[in-house]
């Protein structure tokens, strides 16, 4: 039998998105490609753990309740407005399953998380690119977005704060262009995982939003928050009727026990220690930013989350061959080409430790002082 005679058509030109932490192909790195709290997990983990694995004797909660009741009491937001998801990636996933059909119109800004364009590709839906500007410092120009949402578009997905660029915006931003796509029935996906890192992040999250506008639906992440992203947990929020469906339509037991146990525990009784994470990352991204502009080569775009953007081609190299070059210093940083152009020439990184950081730095000064020098000043 031609089993590719049997498979979906989206499925045979499929392709599978890339992503940083890939530390299992190379070993005793430290990893800065992707983007987790500096200070690593609460020291409370390993005791949660603990008091969580007898239970693995028993199949999960499928309602999760627990988890929700937690997620609700942090955010003061209704139980049925809450879904949770084996990280935050699997609610991406089931958002487009139950929203999308093949040929539904979406549109995706570029560059971005690349998941909502592979769970698009996935159903079939036609994607319109959004480009955001490098000249704007990839921001959203929303009055060229609003040109674009007519009625005869399904979608629109939004990262705030986005990756790779690490720029945020404003919550009231966000909100006009929501209000605009709920008059012309148009759904807005909003990813918030990076939400957490953002100073004064009331600013920016919609997620006391949800309530008073029907179609919007915004994940959230344990796996930055917390620097769990091998636990896999991440949470959904959504008017009534959009978390409804989706619960209709998840995989059942989709979070695990052990998971579903940890995470109450963190949400409940660790905020602090992302408190003290934005405290630690605040002066680091000051240092790093103010050392690599002075470099006149490395070009970094002002980080508003975790991580940097960082213009690289000043080196005469691309994001492939910075990423390699930094690994002989035992650094993997995220080579950005998968975001697709100008990424090429970018690289992105996380805001970790002074310590860890100086080594970041010293590989990167090494490295300038190896590159040719420029021809007729051109750099
Ligand atoms: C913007 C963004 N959203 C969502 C995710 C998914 O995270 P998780 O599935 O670990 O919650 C990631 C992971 O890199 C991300 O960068």
Same mark, same amino acid.
């Given at each position: ?8 058509? !989206?499925?045979? @030109? ?5 992503? *940083?932490?890939? %530390? ?5 790195? $430290? #990893?800065? /490609? ?14 949660f ?15 999760a309740v627990r988890l929700k009741k937690a997620i609700s009491n942090r955010f003061d937001i209704?139980v049925?407005?809450i879904?949770v ?28 998380? !690349?998941?909502? @364009? ?5 159903? *079939?839906?036609? %994607? ?5 500007? $490098? #000249?704007? /410092? ?82 959230? @992440?344990l796996?930055?928050?917390f ?6 947990v991440?949470y ?19 979070v695990?026990?052990?998971?579903q146990l940890v995470a109450s525990k963190l949400i409940n009784e660790c905020y ?108």
């Amino acid at each position: 039998m031609d089993i590719k005679r049997k498979v979906r058509r !989206e499925i045979l @030109s499929l392709t599978r998105p890339q992503h *940083g932490g890939d %530390i299992w192909q190379y070993g005793n790195v $430290e #990893d800065f /490609s992707s983007n987790i709290n500096p200070l690593g997990p609460p020291v409370e983990l390993k005791q949660f753990f603990l008091e969580a694995v007898d239970k693995i004797q028993h199949y999960p909660d499928d309602s999760a309740v627990r988890l929700k009741k937690a997620i609700s009491n942090r955010f003061d937001i209704p139980v049925d407005q809450i879904i949770v998801g084996g990280g935050s990636v699997e609610l991406i996933r089931l958002f487009s399953e139950v929203f999308l059909e093949r040929g539904n119109k979406v549109i995706i800004p570029q560059p971005t998380f !690349e998941e909502y @364009s592979f769970s698009c590709r996935f159903i *079939g839906a036609r %994607i319109i690119y959004f480009p955001l500007s $490098e #000249d704007n /410092s990839f921001k959203i120009n929303f009055e060229e977005l609003f040109e674009k949402i007519d009625r005869s578009i399904k979608a629109v997905f939004l990262c705030n704060p986005n990756n790779p660029t690490s720029k945020v915006e404003t919550k009231k931003k966000i909100l006009e262009f929501v209000e605009e796509c709920e008059k012309r029935e148009i759904l807005v996906f909003l990813d918030e995982a990076f939400i957490d890192f953002v100073e004064s992040p009331n600013n920016f999250s919609c997620i006391q939003e949800v309530e008073n506008h029907n179609n919007l639906f915004i994940i959230r @992440s344990l796996t930055k928050s917390f620097a769990i992203p091998g636990l896999r947990v991440g949470y959904g929020i959504g008017s009534k009727p959009i978390i409804r469906y989706m619960e209709n339509a998840r995989l059942s037991w989709n979070v695990n026990t052990i998971a579903q146990l940890v995470a109450s525990k963190l949400i409940n009784e660790c905020y602090d220690h992302l408190e003290k994470a934005i405290k630690a990352i605040k002066p680091e991204k000051n240092r790093i930013f103010d050392t690599l502009q002075k470099t006149k080569i490395y070009k970094p775009i002002y980080p508003d989350a975790n991580f940097f953007f960082v213009r690289i081609d000043g080196l005469g190299i691309n994001s492939q061959e910075f990423k390699k070059t930094m690994l002989k210093w035992k650094i993997l940083v995220r080579d950005c080409t998968s975001f697709g152009p100008p990424c090429e020439k970018y690289t992105r990184f996380a805001i970790k430790t002074p310590e860890k950081n100086d080594k970041l730095i010293e590989a990167m000064n090494i490295i300038l002082t190896h590159i040719k020098k420029p021809k007729n000043g051109e750099m």
